[in-house]
């Protein structure tokens, strides 16, 4: 079946370091691609998608790239700050029989200390 | 402002007591969700609605229950046959691709 797998976390990172959080997917067919993020307490919010191969995702200063041929979803930000403290979720769709259920990650806490 | 609604935030019930969690969206979307969410498991959907009076299973149904009476509404029944119902719960609404998510019910069963 459709699965995600994101790297464990906890994630600790100083004010201003560069991050990484590693997403590949297993789809038996052409999924779009998504990062979520959830703030302490909160709801989950879109932070970016890509809907077919090489298409890079953009918001907040995070970034992902779809590649097809790794099968990965890599999200990145240059420089993080301490609002950046969430749980970030990487999840896919897969179109077609007029649904659109997400399938999701379990999820990688991330803490950013000053 | 749109949105998605669900009450209460906080919510506390005995073992053996079935329990409703409101969700009420303004968003005008056909499509609506339940997902359960526990530490270190990520999301998983309980059940879907596409459109009213109708909704299907996810992957964990088993001690759930829905109805979808009217479009902004799709209220989660946690029964006592649910052997784990604590969680975090969250409600969200979709169209297309996007999903839009409520701020989610706590529900501590003891």
């Known amino acids: 079946g459709d699965s995600v797998t994101q790297m464990e976390g906890p994630v600790t990172l100083s004010e201003e370091a560069f991050l990484t959080i590693n997403c590949t997917y297993t789809a038996t067919g052409y999924p779009s691609l998504f990062w979520y993020v959830q703030y302490p307490g909160e709801g989950l919010q879109l932070l970016l998608k890509?809907?077919?191969?090489?298409d890079k995702g953009s918001n907040k200063g995070f970034e992902a790239t779809y590649r097809k041929e790794t099968t990965s979803f890599h999200l990145e930000k240059g420089s993080v700050q301490v609002s950046d403290s969430a749980v970030y979720f990487c999840?896919?769709?897969?179109?077609?029989?007029?649904?659109?259920?997400?399938?999701f990650g379990k999820g990688t806490k991330l803490s950013v200390i000053p | 402002d749109g949105g998605i609604t669900q009450s209460p935030k906080y919510l506390f019930r005995k073992e053996g007591q079935n329990v409703t969690l409101s969700c009420e969206q303004n968003l005008n979307h056909d499509a609506m969700y339940w997902y359960r969410q526990d530490p270190g498991q990520g999301l998983r959907l309980i059940y879907y609605?596409?459109?009213?009076?109708?909704?299907q299973k996810g992957d964990i149904a088993e001690g759930y229950s829905v109805s979808r009476e009217k479009k902004e509404s799709f209220p989660l029944t946690v029964t006592s046959a649910q052997k784990n119902p604590t969680a975090f719960y969250l409600c969200?609404?979709?169209?297309?691709?996007?999903?839009?998510f409520g701020p989610g019910t706590r529900l501590t069963v003891t």
């Open positions: 999840a896919l769709i897969l179109p077609g029989a007029g649904s659109y259920q997400l399938t």
């Open positions: 890509a809907t077919k191969a090489d």
């Open positions: 969200a609404s979709s169209i297309g691709e996007k999903q839009y």
């Open positions: 609605s596409q459109i009213v009076n109708d909704f």
